[in-house]
């Protein structure tokens, strides 16, 4: 079974830009999640979306944003890129049909704003 | 507020010197707890799920318990490649708080031969 993907694998980009990320979930999973991981700060919830919905956010301001698509792969948006915002972005996915509530992570996308 | 603290935050041991990991955590309606082990550079690998105070859970040289305040982790015998991040979550059952794992700030373990 394949699991979650993301691309691209790094991502350079100077100050002021949007980045576009893109994740596939693992086939079968309708949520899924975006986090970020930064240098010393852990994981932190950014998106959480469910059939193409957005379910909860993240305390992250409003330039993050995303989207689900109709075969539940998922796009995170951000925009006016500061330096704080270089980090491992991580998507995630869950099968929400189950009561079980695992999520499973990809490889991370490495953004790295200049 | 929810919050997991994991402890402690480096730990060095050495082949086949067991030990265990802390997760303490405060939630409001504990949906679920969750280890994770993540390597350099790379997205976290599910290890575990527990759901109830008193639940345990195996997988090879690992084991996970839980009770109403913490969850630890005991490696028995570690091998040099389990050496890794070790992250602890929760998932809250209350409204605004569903869906997001909480994390910890992660143990790394190192096991030298």
């Known amino acids: 079974e394949a699991g979650v993907t993301q691309s691209p694998t790094h991502l350079i980009k100077t100050r002021g830009q949007q980045a576009t990320l893109r994740c596939s979930p693992i086939?079968?999973?309708?949520?899924v999640y975006w986090y970020q991981q930064a240098l010393g700060l852990g994981l932190q919830f950014l998106l959480w979306y469910d059939e193409g919905e957005e379910r909860n956010r993240g305390n992250f301001p409003p330039r993050f944003s995303g989207r689900q698509f109709p075969n539940y792969s998922s796009e995170l948006n951000v925009n006016a890129l500061e330096l704080e915002d270089s980090a491992l972005y991580l998507c995630?996915?869950?099968?929400?049909?189950?009561?079980?509530?695992?999520?499973?992570f990809g490889p991370g996308t490495r953004l790295t704003v200049t | 507020e929810d919050q997991v603290t994991q402890s402690p935050e480096a730990l060095r041991l050495q082949e086949g010197e067991s030990s265990s990991l802390n997760c303490s955590y405060t939630v409001s309606g504990l949906r679920g707890l969750f280890w994770y082990r993540q390597d350099p550079g790379k997205g976290p690998e599910f290890l575990f799920t527990?759901?109830?105070a008193g639940e345990e859970k195996e997988k090879e040289r690992l084991k996970a318990t839980l009770t109403k305040k913490e969850s630890f982790l005991h490696i028995t015998a570690p091998k040099p490649e389990d050496s890794a991040t070790y992250l602890c979550?929760?998932?809250?059952?209350?409204?605004?708080?569903?869906?997001?794992?909480?994390f910890g700030q992660g143990t790394t373990l190192q096991v030298k031969p």
């Open positions: 527990l759901y109830s």
């Open positions: 086939s079968g999973h309708t949520s």
């Open positions: 979550a929760v998932q809250a059952t209350v409204s605004g708080n569903t869906g997001k794992l909480i």
């Open positions: 995630a996915s869950s099968n929400s049909l189950t009561s079980r509530w695992e999520q499973y």
